[in-house]
DNA sequence: TTATATTATTGTAATATTGCAATATATTAA
DNA sequence: TTAATATATTGCAATATTACAATAATATAA
């Protein structure tokens, strides 16, 4: 009936979803790849370098707050977006278990 | 306009974001946790020990083999699925470099 | 062949996601 | 204060996803 049965896994493989969740768009993963390769933190060109618009790239960056991979501070009138390191390395070990957990004695 | 605009992304960013939509539900990582502990890979089980319903159990298998991360072959009068373990290093390596492309300078 | 078991496909309904225009809010500068 | 700039929220339409019942297709066993 187009809802998710969340209730019927576990709280790691929901965990784990829902971070690939974020990272299955396109827009995010760009926001994510220029976010984390500026030098001094340098904000919202998102708009003009993604090329969607303001709101829906105010979304996106919602989107990737809300699992905490970004932290959001106020320099000057800009507000800047940063990579949060800690949640940063915490899913990439997430997602590095996950994909050394599978059994190498499969056929 | 409800449509993803994949031609304003690079194709590298394209391929990480459907890994991970394949990723981004519960059901397929129940799947892939459970055929990949399989010592033998024995196969559909899955229904019973998921809890979704055959046909809904079918199309995530479809989902997971349509970026190659399952390959199936008969034996006997089973459809076993394996774990693709070429494509599932490769995906391993593709999050991997994404992970480690983090800019450490930033604030 | 027929019966049985397994998997795939189709059709449908409910829900979620994507994107933007319009608007509201918040901050800085004058 | 007011003007300018940046970000967030709302509302809406288009598309995608999730799930299952019903059915079809496939393979094995009898």
Redesign the pocket.
């Known amino acids: ?5 969340s209730h019927i896994f576990s709280p790691a493989q929901n965990e784990l979803a829902n971070v690939a ?1 974020v990272l ?2 396109p ?1 995010r993963i760009a926001i994510l790849d220029y976010v984390s390769k500026q030098e001094n933190c340098i ?2 060109d ?2 003009d370098v993604i ?13 990737i707050k809300k699992i905490g991979l970004l932290k ?1 501070t ?1 320099e ?5 977006y940063c990579i949060n390191r800690e949640k940063w390395n915490e899913l990439q070990n997430l997602l590095h278990s996950f994909f050394n957990n599978i059994n190498q004695n499969c056929c």
């Open positions: 009936m187009g809802i998710t049965k969740k299955a768009h827009a904000c919202n998102l708009v090329g969607l618009s303001q709101p829906t790239i105010s979304q996106h960056l919602n989107e959001g106020f000057g009138k800009n507000l800047c």
